[in-house]
């Protein structure tokens, strides 16, 4: 099993220019989350998929979107990225909301 | 709203030291406590969790953490420390009826020789 899998692992943007970041897991997992990490700051939680189907904002989701594609996949895109979106994404599921979360590896942005 | 405290950003220890992370929560109830490891460049790696029951968890690694209710803590151990161990901690809570983890700013462990 891959686990967790995030494509791609560095992204470099200009200001105003839009992406999608891809998230899958083969764990059969409900619930997928997307979260920014940046530091001394922990991670915050950007909008989250508690079922297929669902989304929902987290702490952080001006700027965002995402799309739960189907049972295993959940994109988040940035219409047009500013600086402030700098930072290292990460992508977790769990097999619901209540069980604990697996990480991929991130991806690292970075907006010029 | 539920917090997450870990006071220390950076500790260093020696290779064979004990070692102990601290990390508070602020929530009315017993929350779901967890603890993940960050090497650099990774993704985060869930050393243990504590849900309910015996409030002294084992994880991988030879880590462990005591849940202490009336402290409102969850503090990591490891009685000898391996430099392998080197990284960045992370605790994290989930509140009993909720569905969103909260997590510490993070406490970044050194190891020396």
């Known amino acids: 099993n891959a686990g967790v899998t995030q494509t791609p692992k560095f992204q470099v943007l200009k200001t105003g220019q839009s992406m999608t970041l891809q998230c899958a897991q083969d764990?059969?997992?409900?619930?997928m989350y997307w979260y920014r990490q940046d530091p001394g700051m922990g991670l915050r939680l950007i909008y989250y998929s508690a079922s297929e189907g669902t989304t929902d904002k987290g702490e952080v989701p001006n700027g965002y979107n995402v799309s739960r594609l189907n049972k295993r996949e959940f994109s988040l895109r940035l219409e047009s990225a500013a600086p402030s979106q700098t930072s290292v994404y990460f992508c977790a599921s769990s097999v619901s909301a209540a069980y604990e979360q697996y990480f991929g590896p991130g991806t690292r942005l970075t907006v010029t | 709203a539920q917090s997450v405290t870990q006071p220390d950003i950076h500790i260093t220890v020696s290779e064979g030291a004990s070692l102990e992370l601290r990390c508070n929560y602020s929530y009315g109830a017993t929350p779901y406590l967890f603890w993940y490891v960050q090497s650099p460049g990774q993704g985060l790696q869930l050393l243990l969790k504590y849900f309910s029951g015996d409030t002294l968890v084992q994880g991988i690694k030879g880590f462990e953490a005591e849940f202490k209710r009336s402290q409102s803590s969850f503090n990591l151990r490891k009685p000898s420390v391996h430099w392998s161990d080197a990284a960045e901690y992370f605790c994290?809570?989930?509140?009993?009826?909720?569905?969103?983890?909260?997590f510490g700013a993070g406490t970044i462990l050194r190891v020396k020789s």
């Open positions: 764990m059969n997992h409900n619930s």
């Open positions: 994290a809570v989930r509140t009993r009826y909720g569905n969103k983890l909260v």
